[in-house]
């Protein structure tokens, strides 16, 4: 069978098994679960892809509410897409309820759609599919914490397509740091005995103020954004206690890990001038920028056009993006990121309560069927030797 023939056949499957991702993503949709809680969703994920005789292992790489499925036929390359199923708080007409407005659901069920019809073409290929599914994208960054358990070793390759408000395929991701800083100062009563006290607060404050002073000699990328999350008790009482949290983000690692020593030394400054103690650690995984694999990429970009997607946007040098863990993989293997146009416009993004039109119903039905053949057939150009995923940097 050539290559052609293998990726007409895989289009012919993914229409077959159209009905079961379509159920997938509705599922999903319907029974939102929020970061670090997706127990029932990825117990639904594995029973479904142990249906198709998929190898599950699920907890993964000790990761509670990750999973890993793989399909084996025969000797060849391991590809994997990257599932994930964690969904947002703040919707519904009390804004108290979850859902899945960065399309999640969508995700898992395009990465399941994918694994599903290259299992039914085994006969155009050699190699493992896998269904890597990890919790908590949207907080903590879950495929960190498969990556600390190894759970991407031996992964030659790794596929993920995110809906979005245009379709990109050169993409950027932040790298990001996230740094609490824990400031103990002493009350004391604010009017009768204020010399007697040592401001919390203040060093807060003041750690505000130098990384504001610090924004002027930055690059361009760079994004820093706190909140204060405590700040005393009461107007009487000179607090003892200050803490804020702070994001420092930067197009590149190597930069950013310098720039957080500088924002840390500035909380230590703090200190030092108000008398208070220092306490900090990182409160989240770090991130890491996206690798870029042209080769890769374009492959993946052949593919969606061979499935009808001919509009793509370019992103610019002023455009400012937010973090993903998908960086983190990209780290340690090749990997292609894509983002797919709902089909709703330019104006709706993700997060946005209108981006829930885009994750499921005859929107989503039409981009999940082209990212699941275009994520199948570029895993059919790897298994063919087409395509060498760590060619090009």
């Not at 023939?5 to 229409?15: F, G, M, T």
């Not at 504001?212 to 405590?230: C, E, K, S, W, Y």
């Not at 990209?330 to 993004?349: I, K, M, R």
């Not at 039109?357 to 298994?383: E, H, Q, S």
């Amino acid at each position: 069978m050539t290559v052609d023939e293998s990726k007409a056949a895989l289009r012919r499957a993914v229409e077959e098994i159209f009905p079961d991702m379509q159920r997938v993503g509705r599922q999903l949709f319907d029974h939102p679960e929020l970061s670090g809680e997706e127990r029932e969703s990825v117990r639904f994920l594995a029973e479904e892809l142990s249906r198709l005789g998929f190898a599950v292992r699920q907890p993964y790489a000790g990761v509670e509410t990750a999973l890993r499925a793989d399909f084996k036929n025969g000797e060849g390359p391991t590809v994997a897409f990257l599932a994930e199923y964690d969904a947002l708080p703040g919707y519904g007409p009390n804004g108290d309820q979850p859902a899945h407005a960065c399309g999640h659901n969508w995700i898992a069920a395009t990465c399941y759609g994918a694994c599903a019809a290259l299992a039914r073409c085994r006969d155009a290929f050699h190699g493992t599919v896998s269904l890597i599914g990890a919790p908590a994208e949207e907080t903590v960054g879950g495929k960190i914490d498969v990556l600390r358990g190894h759970g991407y070793d031996g992964v030659d390759a790794a596929l993920q397509i995110h809906l979005g408000s245009r379709t990109t395929l050169d993409g950027a991701f932040l790298a990001l740091d996230s740094l609490e800083f824990t400031f103990h100062g002493k009350a004391a009563h604010a009017a009768g005995q204020p010399h007697l006290g040592i401001n919390a607060l203040d060093a807060v404050m003041l750690t505000f103020a130098g990384i504001n002073a610090l924004r002027q000699h930055v690059t361009p990328d760079v994004r820093m954004h706190g909140i204060v999350t405590q700040g005393g008790k009461a107007c009487n009482i000179v607090p003892d206690l200050g803490q804020c949290r702070f994001y420092v983000r930067a197009a590149k690692r190597a930069y950013l890990n310098d720039l957080t020593e500088r924002v840390v030394n500035i909380a230590r400054g703090a200190a030092l001038m108000t008398g208070a103690e220092l306490e900090w650690r990182r409160f989240e995984n770090a991130f890491d920028d996206l690798v870029l694999r042209p080769r890769l990429l374009n492959a993946l970009r052949a593919n969606l056009e061979a499935v009808g997607v001919t509009e793509f946007s370019t992103r610019t040098g002023g455009e400012a993006f937010g973090s993903s863990d998908v960086g983190n993989v990209s780290q340690v293997c090749p990997t292609a990121y894509a983002e797919l146009a709902t089909g709703l416009g330019p104006e709706v993004a993700p997060h946005m309560e209108s981006f829930l039109d885009g994750v499921v119903g005859p929107c989503a039905d039409k981009t999940m069927r082209i990212a699941a053949a275009a994520m199948g057939m570029t895993a059919l150009d790897i298994f063919s030797g087409g395509v060498r995923p760590d060619d090009g940097e």
